[in-house]
């Protein structure tokens, strides 16, 4: 019998969730040097105010902060840099016109570990207004206040 994998999450991105309406998710793979890897290995990465966007015919992660890492010499990464996502070339043209579409925008939703490898999950996104925010707060109210008895 096979052991059951587990995936760590390195950094989650619980205030997109919160923000916006996530209607598909894209699992992608990010090109990182090495430092890059150490710092997130070691939970150094901020997904806050971060989104994706095709530039190019390429998928990029803009705003990603990446913290430099605290071993690393001269040759360390720019902590702000922009990086390249790695999906199939059929799904970066899905995702350039559904991120075309209106108000849908690519939220980066959680870095996480599979298989040895660093992957992200791409969350396509629509923006909620205040109402909806207020709308899902009280719904998750009810939800807790049931569980309790």
Request: glycine fraction near 10%; include cysteine.
């Given at each position: 019998?096979?052991?059951?994998?587990?995936?760590?999450?390195?950094?989650?991105?619980?205030?997109?969730?919160?923000d916006y309406a996530?209607?598909?998710?894209?699992?992608?793979?990010?090109?990182?040097?090495?430092?890059?890897?150490?710092?997130?290995?070691?939970?150094?990465?901020?997904?806050?105010?971060?989104?994706?966007?095709?530039?190019?015919?390429?998928?990029?992660?803009?705003?990603?902060?990446?913290?430099?890492?605290?071993?690393?010499?001269?040759?360390?990464?720019?902590?702000k840099s922009r990086?390249?996502?790695?999906?199939?070339?059929?799904?970066?043209?899905?995702?350039?016109?559904?991120?075309?579409?209106?108000?849908?925008?690519?939220?980066?939703?959680?870095?996480?570990?599979?298989?040895?490898?660093?992957?992200?999950?791409?969350?396509?996104?629509?923006?909620?207004?205040?109402?909806?925010?207020?709308?899902?707060?009280?719904?998750?109210?009810?939800?807790?206040?049931?569980?309790?008895?």
């Amino acid at each position: 019998m096979k052991a059951k994998q587990f995936n760590p999450v390195f950094a989650e991105n619980r205030r997109a969730r919160h923000d916006y309406a996530v209607l598909d998710t894209v699992e992608c793979g990010v090109v990182l040097t090495g430092t890059e890897v150490k710092s997130v290995r070691s939970g150094g990465v901020s997904l806050a105010g971060s989104y994706a966007a095709v530039l190019g015919g390429e998928l990029w992660l803009l705003g990603c902060d990446i913290a430099a890492y605290k071993f690393g010499n001269r040759f360390n990464h720019d902590p702000k840099s922009r990086r390249k996502l790695l999906v199939h070339a059929k799904e970066v043209e899905a995702l350039r016109l559904k991120s075309e579409a209106k108000g849908l925008t690519l939220v980066p939703l959680k870095f996480y570990l599979k298989r040895g490898r660093i992957k992200l999950e791409l969350g396509v996104c629509r923006g909620k207004q205040a109402h909806d925010k207020r709308q899902a707060l009280k719904e998750k109210a009810v939800r807790r206040d049931l569980e309790r008895g």
